[in-house]
């Protein structure tokens, strides 16, 4: 069974510019999950979908990062304007559904450096 | 504050020694707890949970887990370290009601000395 499938795995940008990450959740699962994991901390949640649909984006700063997750399936996080701050793996998640017994499949991440 | 407390940063074990993660938790009801493995460039995986039931919690690779409500620990814990158990582990909780929103620990570095 194909995982779930992060890309780029790597990305470095300048300050201010815009990223974009892609993922791609495995087949027939209909939660998505972003998380941010800082160096030295753990993952934290960004934003989570159920289908096409936001459950939880409370932790997202909304302005400048933004997802979505046309037709229920892959799904992208962008960044714009990046600041340094920003420099963290961002991990992709998946679940069957949304419920609290669901297992969570992650991705290997991307990992951002904004110099 | 709400908190999943992982106190040890880095810990470093000898390849056959037992194994001891702590991981304490700030909440006022008892969460749904869990324990990941994050091997470098790997994504996290599940070692193993608790819900209810039986305070001692089996799971993957010869890994298990007591909870202890009256210390409000969920510590992991292996009889023999191999070498490719280095990696990062996470604590992490989910809070009831809480839907399947993860909340992680800082995590523990375990180096395996061989």
């Known amino acids: 069974e194909a995982g779930v499938a992060q890309s780029p795995r790597y990305k470095i940008i300048e300050k201010r510019q815009s990223v974009a990450f892609w993922c791609n959740p495995i087949?027939?699962?209909?939660?998505l999950y972003w998380y941010q994991q800082i160096l030295g901390q753990g993952p934290k949640l960004l934003i989570q979908?159920?289908?096409?649909?936001?459950?939880?984006d409370s932790q997202l700063p909304k302005d400048r990062f933004s997802a979505e997750r046309l037709k229920g399936v892959d799904s992208t996080l962008k960044i714009q304007p990046a600041k340094l701050e920003d420099s963290a793996v961002y991990l992709c998640?998946?679940?069957?559904?949304?419920?609290?017994?669901?297992?969570?499949?992650f991705g290997s991440g991307t990992q951002l450096s904004v110099l | 504050a709400q908190s999943v407390t992982q106190p040890d940063i880095h810990i470093t074990v000898s390849e056959g020694a037992s194994l001891e993660l702590r991981c304490n938790y700030s909440?006022?009801?008892?969460?749904?707890l869990f324990w990941y493995v994050q091997s470098p460039g790997q994504g996290l995986q599940l070692l193993l949970k608790?819900?209810?039931?039986?305070?001692l919690v089996q799971g993957i690779k010869g890994f298990e887990a007591e909870f202890k409500r009256s210390q409000s620990s969920f510590n992991l814990r292996k009889p023999s370290v191999h070498w490719s158990d280095a990696a990062e582990y996470f604590c992490?909780?989910?809070?009831?009601?809480?839907?399947?929103?993860?909340?992680f620990g800082t995590g523990t570095q375990l180096k395996v000395e061989l």
């Open positions: 608790y819900f209810s039931g039986d305070t």
């Open positions: 992490a909780v989910i809070l009831t009601g809480g839907g399947n929103k993860l909340t």
């Open positions: 998640a998946s679940s069957l559904g949304g419920a609290v017994n669901e297992k969570l499949f």
């Open positions: 909440y006022g009801a008892t969460p749904y």
């Open positions: 087949s027939g699962h209909a939660t």
């Open positions: 979908f159920q289908n096409n649909g936001v459950v939880d």
